[in-house]
């Protein structure tokens, strides 16, 4: 009787609906899967590194755009976050060094993000440039953004190449740096980030001198993060703009003695924004 009320029901043909999608979405991610191998063909054969997050987040941003009414960017972008950490073992299980100094949230923020198909060691010398791993395409680092073991990370060996959480609830700051080899790729919204040292101490957010870099520089949105005494990380939101001679003017504010590119990564999305 159960059975027959169900049928009637419908939901034995729902079902079956339900199964030929599987069948679509089985044969569409072995489609993907094989082009994930393609690419670390071509990634192997020219050194290239692995680990993109840049081009995860222009992902996201085309997941956004794509205005679906069922499932929020959340529910879709946690759906994705495992096809595309399948994807990139398929090409190489990465090698993840997060370091020491980073809390129970942030690990899990990791874990959630990566996924347990890669490796993830914990280091207490993250830049010790003795090993060499730095060099190897499948490595990547994630350290505390405001952890003062950034002014030991050589900017010529090494970026920041992106940035954790990739998808905010709400306009927040990041709360971790993933350091790795540059991909170059460049998106219309990026995030740019400068070392610096200075010869006064810095007041930060909606201080006066948040408001003379970013008048200085023509550009709106800008933050401050402290490492220590006389050492700070400038972020810098680039929308649909150049960075030409930015590093000079940069260099010739007053009260930065010194400064140096330490990455570029595309800024995360928070849900509820408009992509352009």
């Not at 972008?77 to 950490?85: A, E, K, L």
């Amino acid at each position: 009787m159960v059975e027959k009320n169900l049928e009637n029901l419908g939901l034995d043909s729902f079902r079956q609906k339900l199964d030929l999608i599987d069948e679509d979405l089985k044969r569409l991610l072995n489609d993907r899967a094989e082009i994930a191998q393609k690419i670390a063909k071509i990634k192997s054969e020219n050194n290239l590194p692995i680990y993109h997050p840049s081009r995860e987040v222009e992902i996201l941003r085309k997941l956004v755009s794509s205005d679906d009414e069922k499932l929020n960017i959340a529910q879709i972008w946690s759906i994705w976050r495992s096809i595309i950490n399948v994807n990139t073992t398929i090409q190489a299980p990465l090698n993840i060094l997060i370091h020491q100094d980073i809390g129970k949230p942030d690990y899990e923020l990791i874990v959630n993000n990566f996924g347990l198909s890669n490796n993830i060691t914990i280091s207490n010398s993250l830049f010790d440039y003795k090993n060499g791993l730095e060099k190897t395409s499948s490595t990547i680092k994630i350290i505390s953004v405001d952890s003062e073991s950034l002014r030991d990370m050589d900017s010529h060996k090494e970026e920041i190449i992106g940035s954790l959480p990739q998808l905010y609830l709400y306009e927040q700051e990041p709360k971790l740096y993933i350091i790795g080899k540059s991909s170059k790729l460049k998106t219309f919204d990026d995030t740019l980030l400068f070392r610096v040292e200075t010869n006064e101490n810095l007041s930060l957010k909606y201080s006066k001198s948040v408001e003379t870099i970013s008048n200085i520089l023509g550009i709106e949105t800008v933050t401050l993060q402290k490492l220590n005494k006389n050492v700070y990380v400038i972020s810098i939101r680039l929308i649909n703009n150049k960075i030409k001679e930015l590093c000079k003017k940069i260099g010739d504010i007053d009260f930065i003695s010194k400064s140096e590119f330490i990455g570029r990564y595309a800024t995360p999305h928070t849900m509820g924004e408009k992509i352009e």
